[in-house]
């Protein structure tokens, strides 16, 4: 069970379009999802945090007109790179959290989707 | 959020353990120490978690001294399989609702 999935695993664009990336919670309802954004070689860089019915929250530096989150439903959020450059060309990650019973919560990653925008 | 620092690679051979050393110095009192594997082109991977002493699970175990500003990850015999980057994370919630921040890991290589 906790199964995150992502599409597309990957996609090649040319630059000045927009790429739409969905982030699926399989198994579970998840009221909130992180996406993250992975530079070859580097680490996992938080770009903003999406609550099912509510607008996402951008961490500083990440241009919200730029990346559009959709949290429309409890398994599904979107991520669209809208104008995409090929400085956006990136590994982008989502996760989605689980309450379990009792207090906490777990997240689960999903497989990632690899951007390149030619 | 606690700032964890790990080295940058290590490199080990088959069957060996591996110890991955992290460092936490400014942990808090209610912060949970938790493992994540990456293996190239996927998402990261939840191996284990800890609060304090000694936690083992069927993949790792996970060494938390009394004063917990450092933890160890420890791989028991690894494989060619193993190889991927290790990361550390120090935070309030057991991986809860608040994202997670992910330092620069440890590039793990393990040869034949």
């Known amino acids: 069970g906790a199964v995150v999935s992502q599409h597309p695993s990957w996609v090649i664009c040319k630059s000045g379009t927009s790429v739409k990336i969905e982030c699926r919670s399989l198994?579970?309802?998840?009221?909130?999802m992180f996406w993250y954004r992975q530079f070859p070689k580097q680490s996992l860089m938080l770009m903003a945090t999406?609550?099912?019915?509510?607008?996402?929250?951008?961490e500083q530096g990440v241009e919200k007109d730029k990346f559009l989150i959709n949290h429309a439903s409890l398994t599904l959020s979107t991520l669209t790179v809208t104008s995409a450059h090929p400085e956006d060309s990136s590994f982008y990650i989502c996760?989605?959290?689980?309450?379990?019973?009792?207090?906490?919560?777990?997240?689960?990653f999903g497989p990632g989707t690899r951007l390149t925008v030619l | 959020l606690a700032k964890t620092t790990q080295p940058i690679s290590m490199d080990s051979y088959e069957g060996q353990e591996v110890n991955i050393t992290c460092s936490h110095n400014?942990?808090?009192?209610?912060?949970?120490i938790t493992w994540y594997q990456q293996f190239p082109s996927q998402g990261p991977r939840f191996i284990i978690q800890?609060?304090?002493t000694k936690v083992t699970n069927e993949v790792a175990s996970l060494f938390i001294p009394a004063d917990r500003k450092s933890s160890t990850l420890s791989l028991p015999r690894v494989s060619l399989s193993d190889t991927a980057v290790y990361y550390c994370?120090?935070?309030?919630?057991?991986?809860?609702?608040?994202?997670?921040?992910f330092g620069s890991g440890t590039r793990l290589q393990v040869q034949p």
């Open positions: 996760s989605a959290s689980l309450q379990r019973s009792g207090s906490y919560n777990e997240q689960f």
């Open positions: 198994d579970f309802q998840a009221t909130t």
């Open positions: 999406s609550n099912e019915g509510s607008k996402a929250t951008y």
């Open positions: 400014n942990i808090a009192t209610n912060d949970y």
């Open positions: 800890g609060y304090k």
């Open positions: 994370l120090v935070g309030a919630q057991k991986t809860g609702r608040r994202a997670l921040t």
